[in-house]
């Protein structure tokens, strides 16, 4: 039998690498293709977030070296690391498409039942926590059904339950919530090593939720419905029901965040919630996640947690006023947006289109 004859009759070989036989790459436009190339992106984003915090470390110590002494490190990281548990839950429901507008109102109404159910009683502080997982539950769940049920687009859900948030914030705490517990309090400002308790819980919870969606089956669809509603319905999924899983899992995880920041703050305000929503959009989207949904890394989010906490206290510390903060933080969310959202591809192409066509336009017949 020929060579040739060999081949046809066991079918086409597999090419061969400095690993051995192995399966043909995807083709460009497949649905491996995409798949991989989704991935490369959020690996590169990843690492650009990485890169670029350690950059702001570098600098931070040339032009304001004070906001990297020690006292201002323990100062600065349990915020960053209750802003990283708020970008955690904001990166699930964009990763779905949408938008939640609720986390000052979630969070505000966490810390003030933390503080107004005890009323200063340790003894009540377990009643005040399974008050507030109560809530949270309840306001994620009619989120989720508003938006995925409903058809409510996701900005004016979550804008309406923001309302309805503050207003039982004003109702329990009459707009002045008492001083925090010392049990809370203790336990929010206490150490490990030196390290401020509320970092390893950070920690714990964004390798937690990102290996459930990186690594198990459920994840995957999660990411998979984000990416593609049209197609994951074709594959038999329940859309509404992973819509509606990313918005009570991130009211569970802004509750949590609620929870560490009443113990962190001993004397929190009814609205201690209202300076976490553009960090935490800012953060996400400085983690490369896509405002389109699918694409995205909980833990670029919680890197770009700590990017945005850093940066806000180098200015904090420079003497910037709030005003400056926010257009700080606005810019960072714009220039996100202009990396990983816009598609550059397809401006070029436009701007292409339109210079062959002047170009038509002007020639000489």
Same mark, same amino acid.
């Given at each position: ?89 904001? +990166? ?48 994620? +769940? ?54 401020? +308790? +509320? ?167």
């Amino acid at each position: 039998m020929s060579r040739d004859a060999s081949r046809s009759s066991t079918g086409p070989a597999a090419p061969v690498t400095a690993a051995g036989p192995g399966p043909p790459a995807p083709a460009a436009g497949s649905p491996g293709w995409r798949s991989r190339l989704s991935l490369g992106r959020s690996a590169g984003a990843a690492t650009g977030i990485v890169a670029a915090t350690v950059l702001l470390f570098a600098i931070s110590k040339i032009v304001e070296p004070q906001s990297l002494a020690h006292s201002s490190l323990l100062g600065m990281l349990p915020f960053a690391a209750i802003l990283a548990i708020v970008a955690v839950g904001q +990166t699930l429901v964009i990763q779905q498409g949408g938008i939640d507008l609720s986390v000052p109102g979630m969070i505000s109404l966490t810390v003030v039942l933390m503080t107004s159910v005890p009323d200063g009683d340790n003894g009540k502080l377990a009643i005040a926590i399974v008050y507030a997982l109560l809530a949270a539950l309840a306001a994620g +769940t009619l989120s989720g059904l508003l938006v995925s049920r409903v058809g409510i687009t996701p900005i004016v859900t979550t804008l309406g339950m923001n309302a309805l948030l503050y207003g039982f914030v004003i109702q329990v705490s009459n707009g002045n919530p008492p001083p925090t517990t010392s049990r809370l309090n203790d336990f929010a400002t206490s150490k490990i090593a030196g390290i401020p +308790t +509320t970092v390893p819980i950070a920690i714990v919870v964004t390798v937690l939720v990102a290996f459930i969606v990186k690594k198990t089956v459920a994840g995957r669809r999660f990411e998979g419905v984000g990416a593609s509603n049209s197609g994951a319905r074709a594959a038999g999924l329940v859309v509404a029901r992973h819509k509606m899983v990313a918005y009570i899992a991130a009211a569970l995880l802004y509750c949590l965040a609620g929870i560490l920041l009443g113990g962190v703050v001993s004397d929190p305000s009814a609205f201690q919630g209202d300076s976490y929503l553009l960090p935490s959009v800012a953060a996400v989207v400085l983690g490369g996640t896509s405002l389109l949904g699918g694409r995205g890394s909980v833990a670029a989010s919680a890197v770009a947690a700590l990017f945005v906490t850093q940066l806000d206290q180098v200015l904090l510390t420079s003497g910037a006023s709030p005003a400056t903060q926010n257009l700080v933080q606005a810019g960072a969310l714009a220039i996100g947006i202009a990396i990983y959202s816009v598609p550059w591809g397809r401006v070029r192409e436009w701007l292409r289109g339109r210079s062959n066509r002047g170009l038509a336009v002007t020639a000489p017949d």
